[in-house]
């Protein structure tokens, strides 16, 4: 019996489907020492790609499940992913006040 964990392809498949597939990563990944209105411009184009992706839901949480470092994942960039972790996990640990 092997303690290998199997073929895991399944849990990529919805990368097909990515309308960024074809692409390239220079839209979603800003180059060194990009910033400003370069940068603005660029990650608008990405997150326009994003909005019309049919497996941005899917692309978003591996981004948050693998806590990507850099670039356009699921049409939120770095800051807003670390913000969106940040305030889910104040959810888990700050009792609500109904």
């Keep these: 019996m092997s303690r290998l964990p199997g073929r895991a392809e399944h849990h990529w498949l919805w990368q097909e489907e990515a309308a960024c597939r074809e692409l390239g990563s220079r839209l979603f990944f800003h180059p060194r020492g990009e910033q400003g209105p370069d940068r603005e411009r ?18 978003l949480r591996h981004a948050l499940k693998a ?18 972790r940040s305030e889910e996990a104040k959810r888990l640990v700050l009792p609500s006040t109904v």
Excluded: H, M, N, S
């Design 42 to 59: 660029r990650d608008e184009a990405a997150k326009e790609v994003c909005a019309l992706c049919p497996v941005q839901r899917d692309c």
């Design 67 to 84: 806590a990507e470092p850099f670039g356009i994942w699921g049409g939120l960039t770095e800051r807003e992913r670390r913000r969106l």
